[in-house]
């Protein structure tokens, strides 16, 4: 493996684990019905709930973010692993005529 791959590599490792912890960390859509029964809901203030909802939908933003780096690292891995597994094309001559005479043999 190349150096390339290995940094590539390690950023999507690291990039997973930041992705696993955002994703976890998101509240889900729908209320629960802890807050119900705790009484939650009306404790909580017009403010604070606005304020929560601009950290929610920014940190939405950012998961998004991150995930399309992830899938973009992922192709360029993938490329470069495919790339890196191409035969060469620094064969000689005397090679490319020995195929060749042994082709119409």
């Known amino acids: 493996m190349t150096i ?12 997973a684990v930041v992705l696993i912890f955002m ?7 729908r209320k629960g019905l802890e807050n119900v029964i705790s009484g939650n809901s009306s404790t909580n203030s017009y ?27 992922v192709i360029a891995l993938y490329t470069v692993t495919s790339l890196a597994k191409l035969p060469s094309n620094n064969t000689t001559t005397s090679e490319t005529s020995s195929v060749a005479s042994e082709t119409q043999e």
């Open 47 to 73: 403010l604070n709930k606005t304020e929560a909802a601009k950290k929610g939908k920014k940190f939405e933003k950012w998961t998004v973010y991150c995930s399309i780096v992830f899938v973009v690292l």
């Open 23 to 29: 994703i976890t960390r998101q509240q889900g859509k």
């Open 4 to 15: 390339l791959q290995y940094i590539i590599g390690s950023v999507i490792l690291v990039l």
